[in-house]
């Protein structure tokens, strides 16, 4: 880069920084909560990625679009989330696929687990102050109710087998 | 570039961070919210859609601080994130009202575009300010990025292109003439013509 300094020009962009860190700073209780997410740390749990999503399809949009200019009275279609733990040969080892539905200002999480068996499901948010739990039933199945719009990740744990935690998503 | 202190110093916090340490992530907090917050607002987020993102960024970055050692590629690292976050939630917003085209075009969010906003600058500022909003959008939002530098730090190249979606080496002539131009809106000083283009 050629960052030719004109001692002009840093003086204007100092004045627009101090101008922007007075008119439009970042609002305290968004960098409180972003300090405190730190307790959010998943330990030693391993990372399930977002390897599908609904929404982030190309097409997705352009689709849903053309129904809904169809029928504009439709609330929106559940989106569809998977996450995936790939293990060291490349084959799958946990996927946590979750369908969002839509409810007002709430979501319902509906959700299945592969290989499917019971499980106790974490749901952290940083808008709630307490991880809440739910059981996912002898066919890996789970359902949480009230979900706050807003960042989410679940957290899986089953007996004899590692705990697994899914990649912040914004639902 | 190679600016060795900082980026010494950044790549100790991330390291202190990702053993576990607080202090440590509260000053990489305190040192890049305020550019994380610029790009949501480049992004004309509705505040709630901003408040989402600027969260969604911090625990993405938390989620991933043991890869993130490297200070060079953290800045980019964090502009890419938000960004992505951003776009996605705009496209989500889109979808969600699919009848109108033409809200997108003129987004809350842009203090530019705040009318309320001038109210809230000192009179000396009041002639950048109005300056400011005369540049294009394409130039406040290189500037708005740009000009968030932590103390005594330097404005992050790297986290402003990734964030733009810019070329990193177009950044520099950018910046010198969207400089150029609010120099110019300056000295004609407060005119009655919109130049927002």
Known sequence: MNDAYDPADERLLTRLGDLFARVDAPPEPLVELARQSFGLRALDAELAALVEDSESACDAAVHRRAVAVRDPGTAPQPRQLTFQVVGPHGHDEVVIAVQVEFLGTRRRLTGHLAPQGPA?????????????RVDADGRGLFVVEDVLPGPLSLTCRRSGAPVVTTEWTLV | ????????????????????NSEAWDEIVRRYSGRVWAVCR????????????????WLRVLENLDSLRDPAKFGAWIGTTCRNESLAVI????????????????RPGDPADDPAAPFLVADRDAELWQAFRRLSRRCRDVLRVLVVEAEGGRPSYEL??????????????????????????????????????
């Open chain 2, 1 to 20: 570039m190679s600016d060795g202190g900082p980026l010494d110093e950044m790549a100790l916090l991330v390291s202190r961070a990702a053993a576990g």
């Open chain 2, 160 to 197: 402003a292109a990734a964030a733009l979606g810019m070329p990193i080496g177009s950044l520099g002539p950018t910046r010198g003439r969207c400089l150029a131009q609010l120099r110019r809106f300056l000295t004609e000083g407060i005119g009655d013509a919109d130049g927002d283009s």
């Open chain 2, 91 to 106: 496209r989500r917003a889109r979808r969600a009202r699919p009848v109108d085209d033409t809200w997108l075009a003129d």
């Open chain 2, 42 to 57: 480049v992004h004309r987020l509705a505040p709630a859609d901003a408040a989402d993102v600027f969260q969604q960024t």
């Open chain 1, 120 to 132: 106790r499901i974490e749901v952290r948010q940083p808008a709630a102050p307490q991880a809440r």
